[in-house]
């Protein structure tokens, strides 16, 4: 897991920023940035890159090789470290709270504003990057970007989402996005996954949810992750989230996509609420999202 960097922020100075920025310039051409290289993409003269150097490894945000020639490179929490500095720059968010939630692909954190916020860091291609790591010849530097890169894209995909659909569609709003991150209004309510629906409850709940993806396929999107750990069910209804792998309604895939999200839906409503599920026929509850004429899942009972 990737260190919560929000309580060392404020030992950092500005010249760390400039740092760590000019470590993440030159990560776009080689996977360890040569020493040498730093003054000039840092904009720091070479002791103070020393010391900064220095302040930032102990602190986990940059690390450390020397193979030909001594390398340095971003952490996870460095590039994190930016983000947040962003943010707080742009006063996006006034501090850091505790965890929301910690996926296999991102962590979320609870931020403090004027109103409650949360903050996702991605983490795709984390994974990837430590197992490539371990094998890898630190001078082939032709995948050097990648973990960079796969998170950030997909911080930005999720982004361009949920600006896209909110507010026709319950989604998180969107507040801000900066490199791997994204901050948006915190949810209210539980997972589906973990709410006990009451039996009048079910078929209002899987209503509602099918209209939110019926409005989301009029606004151009198939959710294409949909399950109950991804919908929350609150007092003021449900809220569809985490939309990075969102495809748009013209891919190639999209009714396919679409017909597995209705089916990972109306399957978890099928096991966990066996009596109070209506008999669906998947098959034309998809045509009728896709013509923006779902109303009711009685209908197609
Ligand atoms: N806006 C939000 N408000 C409150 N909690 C949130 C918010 N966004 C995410 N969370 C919490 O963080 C968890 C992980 O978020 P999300 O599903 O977006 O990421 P993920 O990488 O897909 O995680 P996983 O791989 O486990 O599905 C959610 O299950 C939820 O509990
Ligand atoms: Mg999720």
Redesign the pocket.
């Given at each position: 897991m990737v260190r919560n960097v929000a309580g060392e922020m404020a030992e950092l100075e500005p010249e760390d920023f400039h740092l760590l920025s000019g470590l993440e310039h030159g990560m776009r051409f080689s996977r360890w940035v040569a020493e040498g290289k730093l003054p000039e993409f840092a904009g720091l003269d070479p002791e103070d890159v020393d010391y900064r150097l220095d302040r930032c490894e102990r602190r986990g945000l940059v690390e450390r090789k020397t193979i030909q020639y001594t390398g340095y490179r971003l952490t996870f929490e460095g590039y994190d470290a930016l983000a947040l500095h962003t943010f707080a720059e742009r006063d996006t968010i006034d501090g850091v709270g505790g965890p929301?939630?910690?996926?296999?692909?991102?962590d979320?954190y609870?931020v403090r504003s004027f109103q409650p916020?949360?903050l996702?860091y991605?983490?795709e291609g984390y994974t990837n990057f430590r197992e490539v790591d371990k094998e890898r010849d630190y001078t082939s530097d032709n995948q050097h970007i990648s973990w960079f890169y796969t998170a950030r894209k997909a911080a930005e995909r999720?982004y361009e989402a949920l600006e896209t659909l909110y507010p026709d569609v319950q989604v998180?709003r969107p507040v801000d996005q900066n490199r791997h991150a994204i901050v948006?209004?915190?949810?209210d309510g539980v997972?589906l996954s973990r709410a006990g629906l009451t039996d009048q409850q079910v078929v209002p709940v899987l209503d509602l949810v099918l209209e939110e993806m019926t409005g989301a396929y009029r606004e151009g999107f198939v959710h294409a992750?949909m399950?109950e750990?991804?919908v929350?069910v609150g007092t003021g209804g449900v809220?569809v989230?985490?939309?990075?792998q969102a495809v748009p309604t013209d891919h190639e895939n999209a009714v396919e996509l679409l017909a597995r999200d209705i089916e990972n839906l109306v399957g978890y409503f099928r096991r966990k609420y066996p009596r109070q599920t209506p008999e669906i026929d998947e098959a034309v509850l998809a045509d009728a999202v896709r013509a923006d004429e779902f109303e009711t899942v009685r209908a197609f009972d």
């Open positions: 929301l939630g910690v996926g296999k692909e991102s979320v609870e916020l949360a996702k991605h983490r999720e998180p948006m209004a915190k949810m997972e992750d399950s750990y991804n929350f809220t989230f985490d939309w990075p």
